[in-house]
């Protein structure tokens, strides 16, 4: 059994791991350590270089999923730390669960959620300050559900003036939708350019609805949201 209140991670340690370059994982659920984390390849979205592909542009258009922001932080990092089948062990502890739960009231924890008649079915959760987002995890109960999730979390990035998307490691997945792998001494360079440069950017729940307003006003006409983000994201894929 663990801790209901797990001994959390103090956020300002962890923010500043984040803004040197650095990560928490565990080695299991139920653990309490866990263990800091330097990759030597680093993975990131370039936020000008996220290839949308022509049926994900048809989903986005389509506008198969609701997709909010900060509505249901702790039903996505509970679903994200859940594993994938019985066999699998969960690198999200409850401490660092717990740990990100306080950085989100804090305002530096993030989610992206993908509702579906009301029922959740994808998100993504990471941690922002200064122009920069890093993703942590996603998941989907729903085909593309974390594709749109993602596709969302560019465009708000891009329009909130965004400077990186850290993506931690390269996956197949992750390189279909553009992200590239660089040394970790590369990711620091432009990790800390872009604190320097993205102090001014919008955080990502303000331009979430900054967004939104500009997607739902009338100059917008009646093109809907999903068509308008497909449109801002294949323009430069």
């Not at 956020?11 to 080695?27: N, V």
């Not at 659920?29 to 996220?50: H, N, Q, S, Y």
């Not at 300050?129 to 891009?158: H, N, P, Q, Y």
Request: aromatic share 8%; glycine share 6%.
């Amino acid at each position: 059994m663990h801790s209901p209140h797990p001994s959390i991670i103090p956020p300002d340690m962890l923010l500043s791991a984040y803004r040197i370059g650095i990560f928490p994982m565990s080695d299991a659920r139920d653990d309490p350590e866990v263990f800091w984390v330097e990759p030597k390849e680093r993975a990131i979205i370039p936020l000008d270089g996220f290839r949308c592909s022509a049926s994900l542009a048809k989903v986005l258009k389509r506008e198969k999923f609701t997709v909010t922001c900060n509505t249901a932080f702790s039903e996505v990092i509970a679903a994200c730390s859940a594993p994938r089948s019985p066999s699998d062990g969960s690198w999200i502890s409850h401490r660092i669960e717990a740990s990100y739960e306080m950085l989100h009231a804090l305002g530096n924890a993030h989610s992206i959620e993908c509702w579906q008649d009301g029922e959740l079915v994808g998100g993504l959760y990471g941690v922002g300050f200064d122009g920069v987002f890093c993703g942590e995890s996603m998941f989907s109960r729903a085909t593309d559900a974390s594709k749109v999730a993602l596709a969302w979390l560019v465009a708000i990035m891009r329009h909130g003036e965004a400077q990186l998307l850290d993506c931690q490691f390269m996956t197949d997945h992750l390189a279909s939708l553009g992200a590239v792998e660089m040394p970790q001494a590369d990711y620091v360079k432009l990790l800390v350019e872009a604190q320097k440069s993205g102090k001014a950017a919008m955080p990502l729940p303000k331009a979430y609805a900054s967004l939104l307003s500009e997607l739902s006003s009338e100059e917008a006409g009646a093109s809907c949201p999903g068509k308008l983000i497909a449109q801002s994201l294949t323009q430069t894929s």
